[in-house]
């Protein structure tokens, strides 16, 4: 029974991580492509073609616009696509406390304590290394683990990777993408409008009723979220945190549970006759059809809203939503011919260090004490050697870290480049030295 309890729960893992994996794999060409694009003669363009204003506009009304001023391709990217990102993340989390890894203190506890190591370390050793300065701002940009970016480096390994690494992976990455989410809410918002604050508190108070209800129908709370987010992006909070909040009132709960499900089918299939008259498969009569037709309307009710969004979305968010965030936000310009200044500077090194020895030491070094102080055991398939390898992994930022060091030096292009390069740096050091170290200490065959 056990063993079967094991085996769903890898296939379920599989299938949620296939998207990330591939993902991944298509950010490290993207990146590579945007950082060519800058460094070439289509780097004027490359450049002004992010601050193009973007409208969708009636009459005076103009839906993308912050304070009565348009929004810029750059910002369209940042504050609309990145909610949805970030409502994907979202949903995702969801499932995680309630059914994943995150749904027990005994499962959570390992990947939960070392993703705090993971957090505190690297904004102490940053700290430290830009006290004082103008870069003491970027605190929280090397605290978090990019998910498709890391999954994409194991998945070289095929099949000689025990899936629980891939799992502790996947909910460390997880976690820290919570305390990534705090942050945002908590230190990058300010001049708060407190009316649109409360119509958004509303409108989620209308949400969460809805969810209490038992209302299933997907596109009401796309909708109502659509007015979340609008009010946030008004009110001086960032506007991603809404694509958040609304996830977590999506219901998990399917309209039609699966045992009724399946009475439903054996109700209708008696419309389909028991022999094999290829002059009856042929053609289909009218109640046949309906009974058809019913058994595919039950099919969409029997999954939830929560994993048929989640799952709707993953296509979407990987191959479209952060590809274009990478782009646009990847491509730093070096070279002195085309307007390029001497990017790297001690925020560049506080950054990369952060990322690559401040989250190994933290994830190894907080692993470690909780297993030795015994409030939590080891995996299977886990060593301390392979250990290693995932916890250099864990340095790999990107998505996020370069998300919020948008947000904490888009006022000054010295400080972000430096700071992007800093997060490239460190995600490509990250991932070399994990690949090497994985390659050493993995079996040289297929994992259990």
Known sequence: ??????????????????????????????????????????????????????????????????????????????????????????????????????????????????????????????????????????????????????????????????????IFLTAFAVVDDIGGILVIALFYSSHIDYACLLYALIAFIVLCGANRLYIHNRWFYISIGFIVWYCFLQSGIHATIAGVLVAFTIPATPHLHTGKYINYIKNNIEEFPANNNKKDNLILSKEQINALKCIESASDHVISPLQSLEDDLHALVNYIVIPLFAFANAGIVLLPQYGGQPEIGMLTWAVAISLVAGKFIGIYLFTWLAIKCRLSSMVNGMTWTNLSGICLLGGI????????????????????????????????????????????????????
């Open 1 to 166: 029974m056990e063993t079967l309890k094991i085996g769903k729960r890898s296939f379920s893992f599989q299938r949620a991580a296939h998207y990330h994996i591939n993902g991944g794999i298509m950010l490290m060409g993207v990146v590579l492509l945007a950082m060519l694009v800058a460094n070439s003669p289509l780097s004027e363009a490359y450049t002004n073609f992010w601050n193009k204003e973007v409208y969708l506009q009636v009459g005076d009304f103009n839906l993308f616009s912050h304070n009565g001023h348009p929004m810029t391709l750059m910002a369209f990217i940042n504050d609309v696509l990145m909610t949805i990102f970030f409502f994907s993340v979202g949903l995702e989390i969801k499932r995680e406390i309630l059914v994943g890894e995150l749904s027990s203190i005994r499962q959570a506890l390992l990947p939960i304590i070392a993703a705090c190591g993971g957090m505190i370390v690297p904004v102490i050793l940053y700290y430290f290394m830009t006290a004082g300065t103008n870069a003491e701002g970027g605190l929280a940009i090397p605290m978090a683990t990019d998910i498709a970016f890391s999954l994409g480096v194991l998945s070289l390994f095929g099949k000689r990777v025990p899936i629980s690494l891939k």
């Open 397 to 448: 930022g990107f998505t996020v870290s370069l998300f919020i060091s948008n947000l904490s030096f888009g006022d000054n292009l010295l400080l972000l480049n430096q700071a992007k390069l800093g997060v490239l740096l460190g995600t490509a050091i990250a991932g070399v030295l994990g690949y090497i170290v994985l390659s050493l200490t993995l079996p040289k065959h297929k994992a259990n």
